[in-house]
């Protein structure tokens, strides 16, 4: 197939997990994820979330709704009196099951959209980077988690984004404070949280791909970009020159590193 870019990256996935390449593409899909980890890790995700579809929007019973219904509407005289009535009861009780199924399953989805790892999820509404920043700083710069060691840092993101990440030696008044997610770039979006000479940091990285909408302008902070293999970077502070930027490197996964 060449090389692609993760737009096409991606539909390639989709395709291939619906079944509708032709014999030669799933061919050669097949044949690059025998050479690639990260895209094999890519497809299983991929499935994964397609499943946990499926499962949400399994189309209910109709006789199992129709008899729990029937049960939930008591025998009151009134209603034995006028049969039209038990059965509107009925009927608002099987249209209220409906709406709740309904409820349920958008919920599921709202947690798994673009979400690729299992309780890994970022939750919410879509947030600027300096909306994000700014609810950070007021919440008191607390990460969701911080990461013990190496590993589970580099793990992170391999499990997000299907690439490793560590932080290059940082000087003397740099301390990463800890990992977050937020729904920004993307619902994949992870945000490291940092600290220069006691300046809050924010260091936001997702795929190059979703980087499509336009950050408004930030009063007070400044913003800087990068590039790195197929993510993109985004450092966010007080800060006019950038401090972590160069500091993020796409590492090689250890095969033992990528389970818990």
Excluded at 130 to 152: I, L, N, S
Excluded at 173 to 199: E, N, P
Aim: glycine content about 6%; proline content about 6%.
């Amino acid at each position: 197939m060449g090389t692609t870019s993760l737009d096409e990256r991606d539909r390639m996935i989709d395709e291939y997990c619906d079944g509708l390449m032709s014999d030669s593409d799933r061919a050669s899909m097949e044949s690059r994820m025998a050479a690639d980890p990260g895209l094999q890790q890519a497809v299983r995700l991929q499935r994964d979330i397609d499943a946990s579809m499926r499962r949400a929007f399994a189309p209910p019973d109709p006789d199992a709704i129709l008899a729990r219904a029937v049960a939930a509407v008591p025998e009151r005289p009134e209603l034995v009196a006028h049969p039209w009535r038990r059965r509107m009861a009925i009927g608002f009780g099987i249209a209220a099951m409906i709406a709740g199924a309904v409820v349920s399953g958008s919920t599921v989805m709202e947690l798994i959209r673009g979400e690729r790892t299992p309780g890994y999820a970022a939750t919410g509404p879509w947030r600027s980077l300096a909306t994000v920043y700014e609810d950070t700083v007021q919440a008191g710069f607390e990460p969701q988690w911080v990461c013990k060691d190496e590993r589970e840092f580099a793990r992170t993101f391999w499990k997000k984004l299907g690439k490793g990440i560590l932080l290059a030696k940082l000087r003397p008044g740099v301390q990463a404070v800890g990992i977050s997610y937020c729904h920004s770039l993307s619902r994949t979006t992870v945000m490291i949280l940092a600290k220069v000479d006691g300046k809050e940091v924010l260091v936001f990285v997702d795929w190059r791909s979703r980087d499509r909408t336009p950050q408004p302008a930030i009063d007070g902070l400044y913003l800087h970009r990068a590039e790195l293999a197929n993510l993109v970077v985004y450092e966010l502070s007080p800060l006019a020159e950038p401090q972590l930027l160069d500091k993020v490197k796409v590492i090689e996964m250890p095969e033992e590193w990528k389970t818990e």
